[in-house]
DNA sequence: ACTATCTTGAGATAGCTTATCAATTTCAAC
DNA sequence: GTTGAAATTGATAAGCTATCTCAAGATAGT
């Protein structure tokens, strides 16, 4: 049964979502594509991703689809604000935004592990700054960085 | 009078790096040269650099500095503690942590302006959640962006 | 179906950072 | 102060990620 609902809900959020895509390409005046379906419903399955990694991923279903165009469509979901960009390292991750909100991240330097988590005080406070110091806030980026109990041995 | 203290604090304060960095040198056996005294030197006098942005400021004091060398010594610095990496855009600054301890940043997307702050507060929570998931942190990463005053008209 | 417009794919290109290596400099031992 | 092993530098090549170019193809409104 849990199996059943999670498929069912992983359909439903795609369904929501590429209807938040087309009302943006709408908007816009672009279109949607063979290949701008193809890349979201992939991307919706996963928590982050790397335009190089969804390139190998998506090499199985469509192996001519260019890693140009991965780069370019998740930069456009990132303007629909379905994902958001997170420079980690020398590369970019496209974290999945849509079904949860925006999310931090808590990640172990021994090994990797990235943990979600929310914290709306901490949001909270954030807004608290930026109005003290005139700004309004469009979005945030916050990582903790630290070990985690496995690693600490 | 202002002035005068002002002067005197950075010139204490860059001595007091100079015996941090001697200390991890040693510890590492690694050199003193000439050009990571000059690098720090200038590194202190600002709160976040890029190494593109040294390379040209000395060019001035020494014609002939690399950029490979300016990277390699800013690298240095984070490995000593005294400066913190953070990739910005497709760029990578270099924060100065030394003297104000770690500090947060807010963005304008308009213009580009940085400002700095410390909250406690936020600090405590990062904590507590960091906590909660078996975590212990050893640093932080947190950017709010967002519009400036000046930037919303 | 037609057509203006947008998109794609493949490779070239751009931009930032690191690797290479011969020449130079540092520093501890003599 | 010399000496010599080891680290560092400078100049440039190479590596990587991300974007740009543009002819060929796909999309969507009429």
Redesign the interface.
């Known amino acids: 049964m849990g199996v059943f609902q999670a498929g069912l809900s992983v359909m439903s959020k795609i369904l929501k979502e590429m209807d938040v895509l087309r009302q943006h390409l709408a908007k816009h005046q672009l279109k949607l594509t063979r290949q701008r379906e193809l890349i979201l419903t992939a991307f919706l399955r996963q928590e982050h991703v790397t335009a190089e990694t969804m390139y190998h991923q998506l090499a199985k279903k469509d192996p001519h689809l260019g890693l140009a165009t991965i780069y370019r469509t998740l930069n456009l979901f990132c303007e629909a604000g379905i994902a958001q960009a997170r420079?980690?390292?020398t590369q970019t991750q496209y974290d999945n935004i849509s079904h949860k909100g925006h999310h931090d991240h808590?990640i172990?330097?021994g090994c990797g592990t990235i943990?979600e988590?929310e914290?709306c005080?901490?949001e909270r406070?954030?807004e608290e700054?930026?109005t003290k110091?005139?700004?309004?806030?469009?979005?945030?980026?916050?990582?903790?960085?630290?070990?985690?109990?496995h690693c600490?041995h």
């Open positions: 420079h980690f390292g808590l172990c330097t943990v988590f914290n005080e901490i406070l954030q700054v930026a110091n005139g700004f309004v806030i469009q979005t945030h980026r916050l990582e903790l960085y630290g070990l985690c109990a600490r």
